[in-house]
């Protein structure tokens, strides 16, 4: 490519800032628009209305930055298309569901835990379905797509990928803890850091691992529908919180990148960034 076809590129770190503050923007609008227009109220309407906010603006921010300040395919974000997104959703959602399962099971096996619900069953399946679609748009399509695809891949292509890893993991839990204690105030805070900093590691290293943001979507999915369905759903009562934690949701954070390794016989690059192809000619 000659000079002639180039024209000055932002650094890596301008790329990636431009697209954070354009996801705060994003996110303080949903957060508008649910006191604004729904008075907070956490209702299936909007959740729909807040999740059709989210997911339609966050993709288009993320391929004009692809397009426009990195000149670069969005393929090598690794969001494939389906049906080859299938496998790496898939061991997302098993690395989740699995150990979260097992360690259910064993709590309520041995009475430290009990889960008794007043819905029917099809009233049950409906409120998990919905309960999925709308984590699926507000959730884990948008963050995935901005921290474990964007950012990551701008990160990784000039230092290490595990580095790359940490530094978004940071860059995520300023993010998500920083909108918490705007809607929810500072006791939030320590509690809230230190869960989106272990989440966003542990989402990085799958997305490393697998080479596919669709698989830290699928773990983020699966996390994110039990632990809804379990502790905030009406009609469904848990009479030990504390038990899902500890049996549901630690066992899959520590044994997700283990069983991620294990259903995809990787053998990831930890250490040599990984540069992207150059630039695209502007045309």
């Known amino acids: ?23 705060i923007v994003i996110w ?17 309407l909007s959740r729909i209305v807040c999740a059709l906010v989210v997911v339609c603006l966050v993709i288009p921010l993320v391929a004009f930055a692809r397009r426009f300040l990195d000149r670069r395919s969005w393929s090598e974000l690794k969001l494939q298309a389906w049906p080859e997104a299938r496998r790496p959703f898939l061991i997302g959602v098993a690395s989740f569901l699995f150990p979260s399962a097992i360690g259910i ?13 007043t819905l029917l069953p099809l009233e ?5 379905l919905f309960t999925t679609v709308t984590v699926l748009l507000l959730e884990a399509i948008p963050e995935e797509l901005i921290f474990r695809g964007y950012v990551y891949r701008n990160l990784s292509a000039t ?3 595990i580095a790359a890893v940490f530094v978004q993991a940071v860059l995520f839990a300023l993010l998500g803890t920083t909108l918490w204690v705007v809607t929810a105030g500072w006791g939030v ?11 966003g590691v542990v989402l990085g290293v799958l997305r490393l691992v697998a080479r596919s943001v669709w698989t830290p979507i699928g773990f983020h999915l699966a996390f994110q529908v039990v632990a809804q369905t379990l502790l905030t759903q009406p009609g469904i009562e ?27 016989r990787a053998r990831p690059n930890w250490r040599e960034p990984e540069p992207e192809p150059e630039p695209e000619p502007d045309r």
């Open 238 to 264: 848990v009479s030990n919180p504390g038990a899902i934690t500890i049996a549901g949701m630690v066992p899959a954070f520590v044994l997700a990148i283990s069983i991620t390794l294990a259903l995809t």
């Open 159 to 161: 230092i290490a990928p």
């Open 124 to 128: 049950v399946i409906g409120a998990i």
């Open 1 to 23: 490519m000659d000079d002639a076809t180039r024209r000055v590129q932002l650094g890596a770190g301008w790329r990636i800032a431009i697209v954070l503050v354009g996801a």
């Open 189 to 199: 805070l320590v509690e809230r850091g230190a869960m989106f900093f272990a989440m």
């Open 105 to 117: 099971g064993i709590a309520l096996l041995f009475g430290w835990l009990r889960i008794t619900s």
């Open 28 to 44: 303080t609008l949903m957060i508008w628009v649910s006191m604004s227009i729904f008075g907070g109220a956490v209702t299936p």
